[in-house]
T-cell receptor
Framework: GENVEQHPSTLSVQEGDSAVIKCTYS??????FPWYKQELGKRPQLIID?????GEKKDQRIAVTLNKTAKHFSLHITETQPEDSAVYFC??????????FGAGTTVTVRA | DAGVIQSPRHEVTEMGQEVTLRCKPI?????LFWYRQTMMRGLELLIY????????DSGMPEDRFSAKMPNASFSTLKIQPSEPRDSAVYFC??????????FGPGTRLTVL
């Protein structure tokens, strides 16, 4: 089955700086890569996703890049703000909708 | 739209008791997922249904766990008998045709 590895496990950044989280996956047939944000005590919520037919996608301060050859994808958050503090999960799936999640990255934005 | 609804939100029970978690997916969604979240194991997919049919239950930890989806608007996850190691947050999520999965608020289960 799919194995998704996520790094780093924790990330502390100064407000206004950028944050980058990286994930690798094992199944070359995976074609859908969502990123979820989970605030403390809340449910995971989708913040951005990318499919294998594109290499990059951007939504305001958030961007995701995908390298299918190397089987890795990354989340970039620019101009970080205190409300960006949360746990971020990457995931990968093939066409059968089954998501395999990374272990999560706890992001802390220092004011 | 009320989103995915789960009940109860919190459940405390004693080892050996039966536990039933409930989920109402978003109306119109045809896929439903049950996840378990713990500090040690992260987010694990237990089982998912498509058009009320179980497609993949390979994540169900053992025979003590069972899930049903009798109709498009309701699903249950049952643990019988429960054990302390089952303590976790259980999330239900739904989606339409493999698109974005919307998570419910979760059920925090504590087995004493």
């Amino acid at each position: 089955g799919e194995n998704v590895e996520q790094h780093p496990s924790t990330l502390s950044v100064q407000e206004g700086d950028s944050a980058v989280i990286k994930c690798t996956y094992s199944d070359s047939a995976s074609n859908y890569f969502p990123w979820y944000k989970q605030e403390l005590g809340k449910r995971p919520q989708l913040i951005i996703d990318i499919r294998s037919n594109v290499g990059e996608k951007k939504d305001q301060r958030i961007a995701v890049t995908l390298n299918k050859t190397a089987k890795h994808f990354s989340l970039h958050i620019t101009e970080t703000q205190p409300e960006d503090s949360a746990v971020y999960f990457c995931a990968a799936s093939r066409d059968d909708y089954k998501l395999s999640f990374g272990a999560g990255t706890t992001v802390t934005v220092r004011a | 739209d009320a989103g995915v609804i789960q009940s109860p939100r919190h459940e405390v029970t004693e080892m050996g008791q039966e536990v039933t978690l409930r989920c109402k997916p978003i109306s119109g969604h045809n896929s439903l997922f049950w996840y378990r979240q713990t500090m040690m194991r992260g987010l694990e997919l237990l089982i998912y249904f498509n058009n009320n049919v179980p497609i993949d239950d390979s994540g169900m930890p053992e025979d003590r766990f069972s899930a049903k989806m009798p109709n498009a608007s309701f699903s249950t996850l049952k643990i019988q008998p429960s054990e302390p190691r089952d303590s976790a947050v259980y999330f239900c999520a739904s989606s339409l045709d493999g698109d974005e999965q919307f998570f419910g608020p979760g059920t925090r289960l504590t087995v004493l």
